[in-house]
């Protein structure tokens, strides 16, 4: 059974970049399923998808509204999974996942145990 397990900076300043990383184990990250999203979850407010990358080709998907900061890669030699936020605001403070995408997506599978994120100066 594929397991993930997200790493994070914890805290990061306003105006700065976050960086978060999804180790996959148990299968490729090339082949286990249709894709690998992520997802955040502010203090309050409910799940927003951030985006995803397709297994087969490597392609993304970016919510159109995280779009402009937002940029998602992978290892394949490592079986990672790199989400990258750029120019960071209070309001990007969240819990990160990452998630298999399900064949019915936007449902998802298997989720990570989360990384916990602030933005704060």
């Known amino acids: 059974q594929v397991q993930l397990q997200e790493s994070g900076p914890g805290l990061v300043k306003p105006s700065q970049t976050l960086s978060v990383v999804c180790t996959v184990t148990g299968d490729s990250i090339t082949t286990a399923v249709s894709g690998w999203s992520w997802i955040r979850q502010p203090p309050g407010k409910g799940l927003e998808w951030i985006g995803h990358i397709h297994s087969s080709n490597g392609k993304t998907d970016v919510n159109p509204s995280l779009k402009s900061r937002t940029s998602i890669s992978r290892d394949t030699s490592k079986n990672q999974i790199f989400l990258q936020l750029t120019s960071v605001i209070p309001e990007d403070t969240a819990v990160y996942y990452c998630?298999?995408?399900?064949?019915?997506?936007?449902?998802?599978?298997?989720w990570g145990q989360g990384t916990q994120v602030t933005v704060s100066s």
């Open positions: 998630a298999t995408d399900s064949e019915c997506w936007p449902e998802y599978d298997d």
